[in-house]
């Protein structure tokens, strides 16, 4: 969820400085029970000075007992100490639709000592109006507790999306989302983002996942795209360099 705050009070307002500055109701619209799972966290204070606005991003997940299909009602509050007032947002609909199950694979995540935790990775695909999307959800063995649900990306209706975990418990996911674009997405045992590529394939050898003899798992065939954030970089790199004498 994405939660935006408007300042139109005239002064500066002091927010985040208690863990529940910010908290969230849900409510189902075909009657069933929305259990809270636990309280969303969303650290860091900040000052919103007069005709600002600010915006924060919840993951709500992982918070509330989302397990039937259906549409839910969630509204957010906000507490301004200084006031000694909360105030709350309009609910807005959101509506959870069940994917297809097309892969899954238990792994330890790492620790120091001791005996891993051991959880599943679960990809998911789920058509939402037009758009066929996959998704990847970290859960406990049983599958009685969702730690994580992370949308990768649309998918083409024909993609038959490769996933390897590594030596380190992440997953490496490779999947082609248009005509001739793969993207390429490594989570960690957690359930978040660690990299994503696009790559770009203009015949030759097929895209997929291969591994080395040391462990490594890459991606052979076709030709990765720069994003915009490394291209910038690069032509900064570069400019730096030849300003030098």
């Known amino acids: ?26 409510e ?3 009657g069933y029970l929305v259990s809270r799972l636990r309280d969303p966290s969303v650290p860091g204070a900040f000052s919103l000075e007069s005709a600002t606005v600010a915006t924060r991003r919840v993951d709500l997940g992982s918070c509330f007992d989302f397990d039937h299909t259906g549409r839910y009602l969630i509204a957010a509050t906000i507490k301004v100490p200084e006031w000694e007032q909360e105030i709350s947002s309009r609910p807005v609909m959101v509506e959870v639709v069940r994917g297809l199950r097309i892969w899954q694979q238990e792994f330890g995540v790492p620790a120091k000592q001791g005996a891993p935790e051991m959880r599943k990775y679960v990809l998911q695909q789920a058509r939402f109006i037009k758009d066929l999307t996959l998704y990847v959800r970290v859960t406990d063995l049983e599958e009685n507790r969702t730690f994580q649900v992370y949308p990768v990306g649309t998918l083409v209706s024909f993609s038959h999306p490769e996933a390897q975990v590594d030596r380190e418990s992440k997953l490496h996911l490779l999947f082609q989302n248009g005509a001739r674009t793969f993207l390429y997405s490594i989570i960690n045992p957690d359930g978040t983002l660690r990299l994503q590529q696009v790559y770009d394939y203009a015949g030759g050898p097929s895209v997929r996942l ?12 076709g030709t990765r795209r720069l994003m915009a954030e490394e291209t910038r970089a690069n032509s ?7 300003a030098k004498p």
């Open 28 to 30: 189902s619209r075909d």
């Open 236 to 242: 900064s790199t570069n400019e730096v360099k030849t």
């Open 210 to 221: 291969k591994v080395r003899e040391e462990g490594d798992i890459f991606v052979s065939g």
């Open 1 to 26: 969820m994405k939660v935006r705050i408007t300042n139109r009070s005239g002064q500066t307002v002091q927010l985040g400085k208690t863990n529940d500055w910010l908290t969230f109701a849900a």
